[in-house]
């Protein structure tokens, strides 16, 4: 039978094995963390940030434009220049100027830029950064392959040649979205390392923050304000944030619950149902709907290899069929807007052709959408509510979004249900986001929503998006739909528009609304709405954020990857202290 | 331990619920045992709870034109005459997901039920009628599968295939849940086995498969129904979690959908509580129902366990 | 005892291995392929991809047949050694896991002792008084049927963000580091007991209800029946009769761990608590195979200890182990 000595021995095992873990606890929680300081941040001094990082904090390569922490580029590295979406202006940043003579663009250095070593910034770096584009898996790669022959450099002039004649729009692109790096640094990492690893371990960039502490899995990544930043003397602008610390994102619901409690500043996560919280010290860019800036365009993407979906007529039902006012009032709250029937963003108004647009766009209008079903053989001959294919076989479409994003999933089942009143049965499904990824990039997918195509100084990104070719075997970046209806033109349209200078208006005009005749007619994929710059300020600590109002306010107000060069840099220097 | 039998403690879902296994070979039914079934409280809560909730499950449809994942409803409404348990945020009907949700629940906890008692038999009186090295290798087999965490595994093997139905749902569920049923229908068919009916049928020539199913099943089928009644509950509880987990059928509604749906539409941040409450509520009454009924009819079968 | 000993040790290491076969099985056997993931996310043309998938099948060892897998599986396990992490690209698994199990653990270990000595307690007295009885039951049964989430979304509801009491989400305020001072130690705290708490209760419920009914069985039996007609005080009687119901809730805390890990996965994942739950949903998110295998058998591992010391245990408390009479099963 069981003494009391012996429970006792029992209990004490028990109490030993917790205390054990409690200790455990506290010295692995700060080998988890990874981090340095050993004291909290003075809060009038920090600014936080939060919305952009999903993954652990190990990507610091800026040449990887998809999977650098937040800040990478943008707080450390820099670009040759920066990009003003709201003004369509490019302003000099690394470089001082540059210009077209001939076939070739000469580029001026910037004197007196400091790399955060001390170490200065010239000409040679702008050539070792280009020419990394030579190597293989770069994502540069296709400038060498379409022009670009060689790079020249003479004290602080770079000159780029080119054998025939310039893609203009994509070179446009790259000077403000490549970041420059070190030579002296990166000369020493491998091939591989500098196209596809994350290798940096020197963090050694001419931006105005500094690397402080949190790679790896740390919950923050912190970056510690420099001295010695070239553009405080160049454009008088200074960082009034000693320290920027990104919170790794769990979940929005959680990052919602710290942002209303006032421990983040600036938060970039999208918040199911802040439009009823926006007010006093919540605010946004815009004081009304849709409250944020579009950044990019959500696409309904059809596999145009399938039947029926290779049919255009079918694509034009089914874009008939969705209510998306919905999906922007009931889903999103207003906080995004319904797109335009090309699919381009409000920041390219001007270069779209409105009247077409009106003309040939289309409509939400589901007794249309049901005749044109009809008038093209599409039937329901079983009475399930359905139509039937042209040959009789079942209609079902599967429709996938990445899992846990939360108000897409709820998008497609909006757009399901309001399919359904046409006759249309889509089925929702949310596999993980590399699968996904793999099922949408080899062609076995059949309806995706996709918003990879962001911002950017010309719609060319979103016509190479739309019409890329040739098709191979795994789409990964552009044309996912395998879209090859209309023939070589609207894409041989595209690679004209692409060298045309910008500053050539009549003419970038005269192609864009031929390449937009091509989308509004055959609906390569259906643009549905703007997903929105998310964008929410608690002004308790930080005020002067980024406002449609405001002398000297209209910036970018996201850490997103591509937006600090853009014009969030700017805005992060307004930034004023609320006392 | 005392000598008229031993207790098997056994765990369902969160449960820790002690089956008592009885010597006796029992009696016929009829009378008797509807008799004590009434007079006994636990049994009559339990059965009421279940039963409430079955009833919506059936009758909830008819009672509602709205579908569960049909829009168009006002977004964001609290409980009123018009929406009985309110609207989501993206406008749905609650009270239409809360119905047909529990009709998911029930089929998937009978399902799987019973395709863990079919597992849980099959081993469990192979092993205690046959004894000796059978039963040494399948109690081994049976050991293993009840050491490793059910939830763990249901996450990995669920995350994997996609399960796209119900059935698919319940009968993976089943698949890990037999181990406990199994060795407790093991030790009661131990039992039972030593007795003489049973050597007698054995004398008779009988084959030992007809012996489990005509002597020794019918003995314990009171044991072989409150078995039942604790993996119906243990499987509800666990396809809410996977449901919640974003790992059962994307496509259709149950209870763990309807909370993971408002936890990841901040239904918490922004006070939607008759979201998330009610079909919580739901899943922790029917489990909590069947758990008390189980008792309830332990008692009723057990003379022993009888409050004077 | 040395036989039954040496006996659950072999159950445990034969448990082991088939657990470890099949954790390292199952991802192989499952759709998809983790290099495909992890190329899709970088942007390469397609002749770069292709050359980018060569090269990460052959450094995750991805390219040896079968049974070579295995077998280096087993070495490198051997090792401590499990493989490079896909979705965390440049951390091993095991560091992964190292840096997450503390705060697992800190949620479980104490859940799981605080519960079953708190439940058994409150259980035996149950048994004793009607009155506590009818109070102390029906709320040990509501709890214990209540899912583990649903608990631990009701107490973040309330708790969290109805009264705003405590934090919901991570470890540790994210301003902070770990160090030993009160301020981090205040912060921590506050981000555990809720997580702790939903934990504790639910498994508390299941304890109590035990034991009552236990006790009450025991209470019931012959010799305590004897006892009492012999006129031994009420209180001798309860004490034998509690020593012998320990017995079988003992086995059945053996049972329990693996409930209750399943249920420490959820709450984690429900309060973002950086343990291996959440790991284990980045791990599926991903299809990172080498973590979600790690984390696999980390678990396995641990249930196999707890059950192990858990035998242990029984052998302090029930002499007939120790001289090698009839014992559990």
Same mark, same amino acid.
């Given at each position: 039978?069981?003494?009391?000595?012996?429970?006792?021995?029992?209990?004490?095992?028990?109490?030993?094995?917790?205390?054990?873990?409690?200790?455990?606890?506290?010295?692995?929680?700060?080998?988890?963390?990874?981090?340095?300081?050993?004291?909290?941040?003075?809060?009038?001094?920090?600014?936080?940030?939060?919305?952009?990082?999903?993954?652990?904090?190990?990507?610091?390569?800026?040449?990887?434009?998809?999977?650098?922490?937040?800040?990478?580029?943008?707080?450390?590295?820099?670009?040759?220049?920066?990009?003003?979406?709201?003004?369509?202006?490019?302003?000099?940043?690394?470089?001082?100027?540059?210009?077209?003579?001939?076939?070739?663009?000469?580029?001026?250095?910037?004197?007196?830029?400091?790399?955060?070593?001390?170490?200065?910034?010239?000409?040679?770096?702008?050539?070792?950064?280009?020419?990394?584009?030579?190597?293989?898996?770069?994502?540069?790669?296709?400038?060498?392959?379409?022009?670009?022959?060689?790079?020249?450099?003479?004290?602080?002039?770079?000159?780029?040649?080119?054998?025939?004649?310039?893609?203009?729009?994509?070179?446009?692109?790259i000077l403000y979205t490549m970041a420059m790096v070190p030579k002296h640094i990166w000369s020493q990492y491998s091939a591989t390392e500098i196209t596809t690893g994350n290798a940096d371990e020197n963090f050694v960039g001419t931006g105005p923050f500094t690397y402080a502490a949190g790679k790896g899995g740390s919950q923050?990544?912190?970056?510690?304000?420099?001295?010695?930043?070239?553009?405080?003397?160049?454009?008088?602008?200074?960082?009034?944030?000693?320290?920027?610390?990104?919170?790794?994102?769990?979940?929005?619901?959680?990052?919602?619950?710290?942002?209303?409690?006032?421990?983040?500043?600036?938060?970039?996560?999208?918040?199911?149902?802040?439009?009823?919280?926006?007010?006093?010290?919540?605010?946004?860019?815009?004081?009304?709907?849709?409250?944020?800036?579009?950044?990019?365009?959500?696409?309904?993407?059809?596999?145009?290899t399938k039947a029926p979906l290779s049919d255009r007529a079918f694509r034009r039902a089914l874009a008939m069929s969705i209510n998306v006012d919905r999906i922007v009032t009931a889903d999103y709250g207003n906080i995004v807007a319904k797109a335009n029937p090309t699919g381009l963003l409000p920041t390219w108004n001007k270069w779209i052709d409105q009247a077409q647009a009106k003309k040939l766009g289309f409509k939400y209008n589901v007794a249309g959408a049901k005749a044109i079903l009809a008038a093209n053989g599409y039937k329901d001959t079983d009475g399930d509510g359905y139509v039937e294919g042209k040959s009789g076989g079942d209609i079902n479409l599967r429709l996938i979004v990445p899992n846990g994003w939360s108000d897409w999933q709820t998008a497609i089942q909006i757009i399901a249900d309001s399919a359904k009143d046409a006759g249309i049965k889509i089925t929702p499904a949310y596999p993980d986001y590399n699968s996904l990824v793999d099922e949408r990039n080899s062609g076995k997918f059949e309806l995706v929503i996709n918003n990879d195509k962001q911002l950017a100084n010309s719609p060319y990104s979103y016509y190479d998006y739309l019409f890329h070719l040739p098709i191979s075997e795994t789409m990964t970046v552009v044309n996912f739909q395998r879209f090859t209806q209309a023939g070589a033109a609207p894409w041989a349209l595209t690679l004209k528009f692409n060298k045309v200078k910008s500053t050539n208006v009549k003419l970038a005009k005269k192609y864009q609304s031929q390449i937009q005749k091509y989308i509004l007619d055959y609906l390569p994929a259906i643009p549905l709405w703007y997903n929105g710059m998310w964008a929410q300020y608690n002004t308790s600590v930080w005020t002067n954020f980024p406002k449609a109002r405001g002398k000297g306010l209209q910036t970018t107000p996201t850490t997103w990857n591509g937006y600090l060069n853009m014009t969030g840099i700017e805005a992060l220097a307004n930034l004023k202290r609320n006392t | 331990m005392s000598e008229v039998g031993h207790t098997e403690s056994v765990s369902t879902g969160s449960a820790e619920i002690s089956v008592v296994l009885v010597d006796e070979p029992e009696r016929r039914f009829g009378s008797e045992v509807?008799?004590?079934?009434?007079?006994?409280?636990?049994?009559?809560?339990?059965?009421?709870?279940?039963?409430?909730?079955?009833?919506?499950?059936?009758?909830?449809?008819?009672?509602?034109?709205?579908?569960?994942?049909?829009?168009?409803?006002?977004t964001g409404e609290p409980p009123s005459s018009e929406y009985w348990l309110g609207t989501t945020a993206p406008g749905q009907d609650v009270f239409a997901q809360f119905v047909y949700g529990l009709r998911a629940s029930f089929v998937v906890g009978a399902v799987a039920g019973l395709v863990a008692a079919t597992i849980g038999m099959a081993v469990g009186f192979t092993a205690g009628y046959r004894g000796g090295v059978i039963d040494d290798v399948l109690s081994m087999l049976t050991n293993v599968v009840l050491v490793i965490p059910t939830l763990a595994v249901l996450i990995i093997v669920s995350a994997y295939l996609s399960v796209s139905s119900l059935l698919g749902e319940a009968v993976l569920i089943g698949l890990t849940s037999w181990p406990w049923a199994a060795r407790a229908i093991r030790a009661q068919t131990f039992t039972l086995t030593s007795r003489e009916f049973v050597s007698l049928a054995r004398l008779s020539g009988r084959r030992g498969g007809k012996i489990i199913v005509t002597e020794i099943a019918p003995n314990m089928s009171s044991y072989l129904f409150l078995v039942m009644i604790l993996l119906f509950g243990s499987s509800i509880l666990i396809a809410a979690t996977l449901d919640f987990l974003g790992l059962g059928p994307a496509n259709v509604m149950s209870l763990g959908l309807m909370l993971n749906l408002a936890v990841s539409n901040a239904a918490l941040q922004l006070g939607m509580w008759w979201w998330f409450i009610p079909p919580g509520i739901a899943i922790t009454a029917i489990v909590g129902g069947l758990y008390v009924l189980n008792v309830g009819l332990d008692e009723v079968f057990n003379p022993k366990l009888r409050e004077t | 005892m040395t036989r039954y000993l040496a006996r659950k040790i072999t159950i445990y290491l034969l448990t082991f291995f088939v657990?470890?076969?099949?954790?390292?099985?199952?991802?192989?056997?499952?759709?998809?392929?983790?290099?495909?993931?992890?190329?899709?996310?970088?942007?390469?043309?397609?002749?770069?991809?292709?050359?980018?998938?060569?090269?990460?099948?052959?450094?995750?060892?991805?390219?040896?047949?079968?049974?070579?897998?295995?077998?280096?599986?087993?070495?490198?396990?051997?090792?401590?050694?499990?493989?490079?992490?896909?979705?965390?690209?440049?951390?091993?698994?095991?560091?992964?896991?190292?840096?997450?199990l503390p705060y697992t653990l800190a949620l479980l270990v104490p859940a799981i002792v605080l519960s079953y000595i708190a439940g058994n307690r409150v259980g035996a007295m149950a048994a004793?008084?009607?009155?506590?009885?009818? =109070?102390?039951?029906?709320?040990?049964?509501? !709890?214990?049927?209540?899912?583990?989430? @649903? &608990?631990? %979304?009701? *107490?973040?509801? /309330?708790?969290?963000?109805?009264?705003?009491?405590?934090?919901?989400?991570?470890?540790?305020?994210?301003?902070?580091?770990?160090?030993? =001072?009160?301020?981090?130690?205040?912060?921590? !705290?506050?981000?555990?007991?809720?997580? @702790? &708490?939903? %934990?504790? *209760?639910?498994? /508390?419920?299941?304890?109590?209800?035990?034991?009552?009914?236990?006790?009450?069985?025991?209470?019931?039996?012959?010799?305590?029946?004897?006892?009492?007609?012999?006129?031994?005080?009420?209180?001798?009687?309860?004490?034998?009769?509690?020593?012998?119901?320990? *017995?079988?809730?003992?086995?059945?805390?053996?049972?329990?761990?693996?409930?209750?890990?399943?249920?420490?996965?959820v709450t984690e994942i429900v309060y973002g608590y950086p343990g291996v739950g959440s790991l284990l949903l980045t791990a599926i998110q991903n299809r990172d195979y080498f973590l979600l295998q790690g984390i696999f058998l980390f678990i396995i591992i641990g249930v196999l200890i707890a059950n192990f010391v858990v035998d242990l245990l029984y052998v302090v408390v029930d002499p007939r182990t120790r001289t090698g009479l009839q014992g559990q099963q």
């Open positions: 039978m069981a003494t009391r000595r012996n429970r006792r021995a029992a209990g004490a095992i028990a109490l030993v094995v917790a205390l054990a873990t409690a200790a455990s606890l506290l010295t692995a929680g700060g080998a988890g963390a990874g981090s340095q300081s050993p004291f909290a941040l003075p809060r009038q001094e920090t600014l936080y940030t939060s919305g952009k990082q999903w993954g652990p904090y190990t990507g610091f390569n800026p040449l990887r434009t998809g999977d650098y922490s937040t800040g990478t580029l943008g707080l450390l590295y820099e670009t040759l220049f920066r990009y003003d979406p709201l003004k369509d202006e490019f302003v000099p940043w690394l470089a001082t100027g540059g210009k077209w003579v001939g076939r070739n663009y000469v580029l001026t250095v910037r004197n007196g830029v400091k790399w955060n070593d001390g170490k200065p910034f010239t000409a040679a770096d702008v050539k070792f950064t280009f020419e990394t584009g030579k190597l293989t898996g770069s994502e540069y790669s296709t400038m060498w392959k379409t022009g670009l022959t060689g790079i020249t450099t003479k004290g602080n002039v770079v000159t780029f040649k080119f054998g025939g004649r310039p893609n203009f729009q994509d070179w446009d692109t923050t990544l912190q970056w510690n304000r420099r001295n010695g930043w070239w553009a405080t003397k160049a454009y008088g602008l200074r960082m009034p944030m000693k320290y920027i610390v990104d919170i790794h994102n769990t979940s929005n619901t959680a990052s919602l619950q710290n942002f209303l409690q006032d421990k983040i500043d600036l938060s970039n996560n999208f918040f199911p149902g802040i439009d009823k919280q926006i007010g006093g010290k919540i605010q946004t860019y815009y004081a009304k709907a849709p409250y944020m800036l579009s950044a990019n365009t959500a696409w309904l993407v059809p596999n145009t | 509807a008799h004590f079934a009434i007079r006994n409280t636990k049994f009559l809560i339990g059965l009421s709870v279940v039963l409430f909730f079955l009833v919506l499950a059936i009758v909830g449809p008819w009672l509602t034109d709205a579908e569960p994942f049909e829009f168009g409803f006002p | 657990a470890v076969t099949i954790d390292w099985a199952i991802p192989r056997l499952m759709p998809g392929n983790p290099i495909d993931g992890l190329i899709s996310r970088i942007n390469a043309d397609p002749a770069a991809s292709e050359e980018l998938h060569g090269f990460f099948t052959k450094s995750f060892e991805l390219d040896q047949p079968l049974w070579k897998q295995y077998v280096n599986f087993w070495w490198g396990l051997l090792h401590g050694d499990l493989g490079p992490s896909i979705a965390y690209v440049g951390s091993r698994v095991d560091e992964l896991i190292w840096a997450a004793r008084r009607k009155v506590l009885d009818n =109070t102390v039951l029906p709320v040990a049964y509501v !709890l214990t049927a209540t899912p583990y989430v @649903f &608990l631990a %979304l009701l *107490l973040a509801y /309330f708790v969290a963000f109805q009264w705003q009491l405590l934090p919901v989400s991570g470890a540790y305020d994210f301003s902070l580091q770990p160090a030993w =001072t009160p301020e981090f130690a205040q912060s921590f !705290l506050s981000h555990w007991i809720l997580p @702790f &708490l939903s %934990l504790f *209760l639910v498994s /508390f419920g299941g304890w109590a209800i035990g034991m009552r009914n236990l006790i009450i069985y025991e209470l019931e039996a012959d010799y305590a029946n004897y006892l009492q007609s012999l006129g031994t005080p009420n209180r001798l009687v309860r004490k034998y009769a509690y020593s012998n119901a320990v *017995l079988p809730q003992m086995t059945g805390l053996a049972l329990a761990l693996g409930v209750i890990v399943g249920g420490a996965l």
